[in-house]
């Protein structure tokens, strides 16, 4: 048996959104900005920067507007902010944002516990950002959270992802992300909802996004590229975590993903020593040890 | 695409030989006859439990004789030891063991650093211990250190290390162990050298051992799935280390593994929920923290 594996495969830093969003203490803009242009360095070429929510939800994602504007430009990178509202559309696009992120839970139980509506208010709400952002003409990655299982409901069926995905498909999204919000998915379920959903998306690229909850974050990764998947998202050091579950592990980490995608010799672009000191720099700002492994070694 | 994955595997308990000789702190034998109890309880049948070595050169492998006397007897239950030279295999069979493992390293300076002889004098070694257990009628388990690459040399090519399994299938071994002794393996790799051994060994098992260091141990038992294999080592709480990279994650963590495969309908026989306060109370007693995850979640 031979591993079939794609060429090469694009890693979507997600760390200054779902990564930072994790951490009470305020990271100051101008850390933030450095992070960023480091990461861009080191070869990045899409980035989620931040969120729009009400600074009183998540404070850490108050400079928003500040961060998207102090950003450094390039024709090849893409910086896209995660929406929560149609306010949220409108101020990604007043921010100057191209790219944003809407996204449901497929887990009715997730959604009320964390948004306040039930799943078919979140629906409904989504298709009019979906709407909104059309019209602002803005790029739409349409994510799924608890794809592959919800911590309170346990298993969530694939009917359940795939009947949201034709609906990401009717309202014409550029792209669909499938999120193990709470780190339960494995590699023979990931395969089996990727398998499903192939045939109902078209040429709609499919993104993951893993949490390492349970040490499977990798094996997860394995298992979607032999399905084809070239899309991950990453943060670096493993940052974030899981809003069940107080010091779990983080999203699976750019370095460590990196690092497997470079020893099996498939493409990303990024130079990983450079990633590394930005994990070091905010492992030692905010005092903490995230769960990403490959910063940890001696370089 | 589904993924081709056996019913059914076995996991070898490696942390009390391979997780403790890492601990600089004696963990007094009570604790460790506590902690191989339960394990057995919790439905590891083969456990690896210490090492017979030189009590100056390992002080935690110092109790060796008396450990293994201690030990509950189980007529399902494997207890083995590692041998590092003729001596040893006499200290193991005389404790009453009926199981050793012997290996050499596949690097010539590895196993210069790590033992003082040369690839050459290493293998004339094991083969007399090989003789010396044969006839005391012990189960050898032969292995292969730094199987899929070495800290030193970089990369070890398959040729030389299906040649010491190609030795070790003329000695009549038992069982045959790849090493990843500085977690350099990659799932590619893993695919690559076990579909060029399975040819060469008949019938003669093939036991995986991964280390987590790069974060890679679980994707890399995924690989090694796919191709059939069905014995893989693990250490509660992924206790261990790399004995070149001071901080760096140890062995795959066998609730992490177990975990894995009961997610995937695979059995094991194992009950995680009786392994996960072992490894709390070793972290506890130890006041380190390890590097599996499932033992870190609420229960």
């Known amino acids: ?26 990271i100051p803009t101008d850390l933030k900005v450095q992070i960023i242009s480091n990461l861009v360095d080191a070869g990045l070429k899409q980035i989620q920067v931040t969120s729009f929510v009400h600074p009183a939800k998540v404070p850490q994602m108050a400079d928003a507007e500040e961060l998207v504007r102090r950003l450094p430009e390039y024709a090849d990178v893409i910086y896209s902010g995660l929406v929560l509202n149609t306010r949220g559309v409108a101020r990604a696009q007043r921010a100057g944002l191209t790219h944003v992120e809407v996204s449901i839970s497929a887990s009715d139980t997730h959604s009320r516990k964390n948004t306040g509506m039930s799943f078919d208010r979140a629906v409904a709400q989504v298709e009019e950002m979906i709407g909104l952002a059309q019209k602002a003409d803005l790029n739409i990655r349409a994510g799924i959270q608890c794809a592959f299982g919800c911590a309170y409901e346990g298993e969530i069926s694939h009917a359940r992802v795939l009947n949201i995905a034709r609906s990401y498909v009717s309202y014409g999204v550029d792209a669909i992300a499938l999120s193990d919000t709470t780190g339960m998915a494995d590699p023979a379920r990931v ?3 990727i398998e499903l959903l192939l045939p109902e998306i078209g040429e709609i690229p499919i993104i993951l996004h ?8 990798l094996a997860n990764v394995l298992a979607a590229l032999q399905c084809g998947i070239t899309h991950f998202d990453t943060a670096l050091a493993g940052m974030g975590g899981c809003p069940f579950v107080p010091g779990a592990a983080g999203n699976i980490a750019t370095e460590d993903t990196a690092s497997l995608m470079a020893s099996m010799g498939i493409l990303t672009g990024i130079d990983i020593s450079r990633i590394i000191p930005c994990s070091r720099l905010l492992e030692e700002w905010l005092n903490k040890k995230f769960s990403g492994k490959i910063h940890r070694l001696p370089s």
Chains 1, 2 share one sequence.
């Open 1 to 26: 048996m031979k591993l079939e594996l794609p060429d090469k495969v694009t890693l979507i830093e997600v760390g200054p959104r779902d990564g930072f969003q994790f951490e009470k203490q305020f």
């Open 210 to 217: 893993f949490h390492d909850t349970r040490g499977l974050g």
């Open 191 to 193: 395969t089996q909802l």
